[in-house]
């Protein structure tokens, strides 16, 4: 409910009888949020309501949820969200394209209450600030980092990004604002893995695979 509250402007908890009168204030509401948050929010007994069964989304056998992948646009939060920490065995988080604004801190908040958090896909959320370690540090199991179309991302990339023991697949398309060298690998098989990540000093397309 936490997540709802923060990230669908328009809902509010009040009665289910009450809805119907503000049908005109939900029409900014995402369908996401207009179906699955309003349920979530009254309480109602759709299917709907238990994130669980809202595919692509899966949760283990105790019920908690492992995989959770929005729709584009499925959120308009006001800064990122911390109620995302509350789903600790999370393995996959896909927040793309949702608003989720935020520095890599805030993103750094949540991750480290998620132990087992292999995939953050986090595109065109509306991130800002600097790159810096704090995620990789935090996220010490993350296998696959997007961060793609976060163009208020500023910066160089530090050296952590292609030196991380877990980190297989760093995607960061389109931040244009990306300055500097690329870092220097520690070693010539290193070196080989990150082929496309030249780019990156040029503030281009990147998509850098550490082996």
Same mark, same amino acid.
């Given at each position: 409910?936490?997540?709802?509250?923060?990230?669908?402007?328009?809902?509010?908890?009040?009665?289910?009888?009450?809805?119907?009168?503000?049908?005109?204030?939900?029409?900014?509401?995402?369908?996401?949020?207009?179906?699955?948050?309003?349920?979530?929010?009254?309480?109602?007994? !759709?299917?709907?309501?238990?994130?669980?069964?809202?595919?692509?989304?899966?949760?283990?056998?105790?019920?908690?949820?492992? &995989?959770?992948?929005?729709?584009?646009?499925?959120?308009?939060? &006001?800064?990122?969200? &911390?109620?995302?920490?509350?789903?600790?065995?999370?393995?996959?988080?896909?927040?793309?394209?949702?608003?989720?604004?935020?520095?890599?801190?805030?993103?750094?908040?949540?991750?480290?209450?998620?132990?087992?958090? &292999?995939?953050?896909?986090?595109?065109?959320?509306?991130?800002?600030?600097?790159?810096?370690?704090?995620?990789?540090?935090?996220?010490?199991?993350?296998?696959?980092? !997007?961060?793609?179309?976060?163009?208020?991302?500023?910066?160089?990339?530090?050296?952590?990004?292609?030196?991380?023991?877990?980190?297989?697949?760093? !995607?960061?398309?389109?931040?244009?604002?990306?300055?500097?060298?690329?870092?220097?690998?520690?070693?010539?098989?290193?070196?080989?893995?990150?082929?496309?990540?030249?780019?990156?000093?040029?503030?281009?397309?990147?998509?850098?695979?550490?082996?």
């Amino acid at each position: 409910k936490q997540l709802v509250s923060d990230c669908c402007p328009g809902l509010s908890a009040k009665t289910t009888s009450s809805s119907s009168s503000s049908s005109s204030s939900s029409d900014h509401l995402s369908s996401w949020c207009s179906s699955v948050g309003h349920a979530v929010t009254y309480d109602l007994r !759709q299917w709907y309501a238990d994130i669980c069964h809202v595919a692509p989304n899966v949760c283990d056998s105790e019920g908690h949820l492992r &995989q959770l992948v929005l729709p584009p646009y499925a959120l308009r939060c &006001q800064r990122f969200p &911390q109620a995302l920490a509350k789903f600790s065995r999370l393995v996959h988080l896909d927040l793309s394209y949702s608003s989720a604004p935020g520095s890599l801190a805030d993103v750094a908040a949540v991750v480290g209450s998620l132990p087992q958090l &292999q995939q953050l896909h986090l595109r065109g959320v509306g991130l800002k600030g600097s790159l810096s370690c704090q995620l990789l540090e935090a996220g010490k199991s993350l296998r696959t980092l !997007q961060l793609s179309d976060n163009d208020n991302l500023s910066g160089s990339l530090p050296s952590c990004f292609l030196t991380s023991p877990s980190l297989r697949e760093l !995607q960061l398309a389109g931040l244009s604002r990306l300055r500097g060298p690329l870092p220097l690998l520690s070693s010539a098989a290193d070196a080989a893995a990150p082929a496309a990540a030249a780019a990156a000093a040029a503030a281009a397309a990147v998509t850098t695979s550490v082996a």
